[in-house]
């Protein structure tokens, strides 16, 4: 093992990979809760939701059992494929996409042979080379401004979730749109409860304390789970919008069962093709595509340089197997129905705690399988309980907005349009399109066309079709 794995070349310890695999474990496990949360309570074009049927809503613990998974699978992988302390789950901000942006237009058969579509695009970039190319082709302050965009939006999606922001239902009579609570001020005990979960977290967290997310979303949901039994506040609604914003906190019926995985094999291929058409779909799967491979790429690196495992140039051992199994984490995050899965920057935390090998990836990977076991226990956790981990995060990702120059025009615009309209619009693919198109007319105003890689141009122009498709369609029939 000791050879297998380096662990004595690496200066670690069969011992120090062990806790690192599990820390690692403790600090992304909260993936298991939210996914199902995210992607739970969205129906699809034909109000179906994800594992479920029209109106009946989605069984939860499926999708945590398939969250798990998947997780486990991929992260074992990573770990014996590609000898690396990296963790795979199912990516958030993504997640997010996946359920806003897309499965609202399609049946989720469809979004999740999108992901799957996307996975095979990376996985055959990765083989070829191409990737090169495509990473060069989007400058590098972009980049940032995308993964802060996607902060921005999951802790938008997270305020929502818990009922702390809510829309305004007279906004077409008022210039306020959006406000704090159902009447411009917090009520009910359940926003009480996302704040206190928040703070807790925020308090765990600033004092470096392993598994702080995790124990927050426990601690919350019982409190949760006491609020309910006394004050019966039931689901929130128009006439009870001071109730739960998506499920009722309660205690599971059992907590231990046989997992079931009734969302695996529900992807449909080419299905998206037929519901939105052929631009509209190509533009999707770039957007994932831009989000994922771009995400991973940053996300090894971090954890390298974190380990001391970079060489002189900066490049990770053994990057084409770390790419390899991303991409292929991709496909088995659709053909699973639970996402697209991508690299964890928490696995940074187990990195803190001495991992250095795929032994703790190993590590990781075994307690995510052990998790499926315990899927029973998502059904208990209310939004308001978990979706303070989202906002967290969104500060997390928020925090390479220092990154971008500032003071340079030609860059400065386009990240900030990309980073507000992803939140504003709640679209991630619209942020990216006008940041890519502000990006090229801004180079091209100041006659420096030939600075933007010509795949870029590509992307702009396809996204300046994706904007007018509407009035190009009333226009052409």
Do not use: C
Not at 119 to 136: K, N
Not at 205 to 211: A, L, Q, S, T, Y
Not at 265 to 272: E, Q
């Amino acid at each position: 093992m000791d050879k297998y794995f380096k662990i004595s070349e690496r200066g670690s310890t069969v011992g120090r990979e062990i806790r690192g695999g599990i820390v690692t474990f403790f600090t992304m496990a909260y993936i298991i809760v939210l996914n199902p949360l995210i992607l739970g309570f969205v129906a699809d074009k034909h109000g179906h939701f994800l594992g479920g049927g029209p109106g009946d809503g989605s069984n939860l613990a499926v999708i945590a059992a398939g969250t798990a998974l998947v997780a486990g699978v991929m992260t074992i992988l990573m770990g014996l494929v590609a000898n690396y302390p990296l963790a795979l789950a199912t990516g958030l901000g993504l997640n997010a996409f996946v359920a806003v942006s897309i499965a609202t237009q399609m049946t989720w058969a469809d979004a999740m042979g999108l992901i799957v579509i996307e996975g095979l695009v990376i996985l055959v970039l990765v083989l070829t080379g191409f990737r090169t190319a495509v990473f060069h082709a989007v400058p590098a302050q972009l980049k940032v401004a995308i993964s802060v965009g996607i902060g921005l939006f999951i802790a938008l999606i997270g305020l929502v979730d818990a009922g702390f922001v809510r829309r305004n239902p007279d906004s077409h009579q008022t210039t306020v749109p959006v406000q704090l609570g159902p009447d411009g001020v917090l009520q009910g005990w359940p926003v009480l409860v996302f704040v206190l979960g928040l703070a807790l977290m925020i308090t765990l967290w600033v004092r470096k304390v392993k598994g702080a997310i995790l124990i927050s979303i426990l601690a919350a949901t019982v409190l949760a789970v006491v609020v309910e039994k006394i004050g019966k506040f039931g689901a929130g609604s128009a006439k009870n919008p001071t109730g739960w914003s998506l499920s009722v906190p309660s205690i599971p019926d059992k907590i231990v069962g046989m997992p079931h995985f009734d969302t695996i094999g529900h992807f449909n291929l080419l299905g998206s093709f037929q519901s939105i058409g052929v631009v509209s779909t190509v533009l999707l799967v770039f957007s994932l595509m831009l989000a994922d491979f771009f995400d991973t790429m940053g996300t090894m690196t971090a954890i390298g340089a974190e380990a001391g495992l970079l060489d002189e140039d900066g490049v990770p051992p053994n990057t084409q197997q770390i790419l390899i199994v991303d991409s292929l984490a991709a496909v088995a995050g659709g053909a699973a129905g639970v996402s697209s899965n991508t690299s964890y920057i928490e696995s940074a935390s187990g990195v803190g705690e001495g991992a250095r090998t795929g032994l703790a990836s190993v590590v990781t990977g075994l307690l995510f399988l052990l998790s499926m076991l315990f899927a029973p226990l998502v059904e208990a956790i209310p939004s308001e309980a978990a979706v303070p981990a989202l906002v967290l995060v969104g500060f997390l990702m928020m925090q390479q907005v220092k990154g971008i120059d500032w003071d340079d025009l030609e860059i400065a615009i386009p990240a900030f349009l990309t980073i507000v309209l992803m939140p504003f619009t709640y679209s991630i693919s619209v942020g990216i399109g006008a940041g890519f198109v502000a990006y090229a007319l801004i180079k091209l105003i100041r006659g420096k066309a030939a600075q933007v890689h010509p795949l870029l141009w590509v992307v702009a122009i396809l996204f300046i079709i994706y904007f007018a498709i509407d009035p190009l369609t009333r226009l052409l029939t």
